[in-house]
Nanobody, 116 residues
Framework: QVQLVESGGGSVQPGGSLRLSCAAS????????MSWYRQAPGKERELVTT???????NYADSVKGRFTMSRDNAKNTVTLQMNSLKPEDTAVYYC??????????WGQGTLVTVSS
């Protein structure tokens, strides 16, 4: 089973950009469907984007056109490029790995703050 470590969070002004990374340990990374979730203060965790084992990504309507998720199976990493950030994007962002018949795996989370 993989273990996940996120990095790249921080503070940025509205309209700015950040790039999150999620590094996975384990030799079977390519078999996992990977996702980014986020949880804003006082709100439930929500799905932001998912990328299939083949590299096709789907996005929540709230981030479509601004966020881009990609994966590099050779490096066991997924990234989330976030552009045109808004205050409502402020949240803890979590990397998630899913594979049939195995327990899903979560990273520890990385905080993104968008504020002027």
């Amino acid at each position: 089973q993989v273990q996940l470590v996120e990095s790249g969070g921080g503070s940025v002004q509205p309209g700015g950009s950040l790039r999150l990374s999620c590094a996975a340990s384990g030799a079977t990374f390519s078999r996992y469907v990977m996702s980014w979730y986020r949880q804003a203060p006082g709100k439930e965790r929500e799905l932001v984007t998912t990328i299939s084992t083949g590299g096709s990504a789907n996005y929540a309507d709230s981030v479509k056109g601004r966020f881009t998720m990609s994966r590099d199976n050779a490096k066991n990493t997924v990234t989330l490029q976030m552009n045109s950030l808004k205050p409502e994007d402020t949240a803890v962002y979590y990397c998630n790995a899913k594979r049939p018949f195995l327990r899903e795996v979560w990273g520890q989370g990385t905080l993104v703050t968008v504020s002027s």
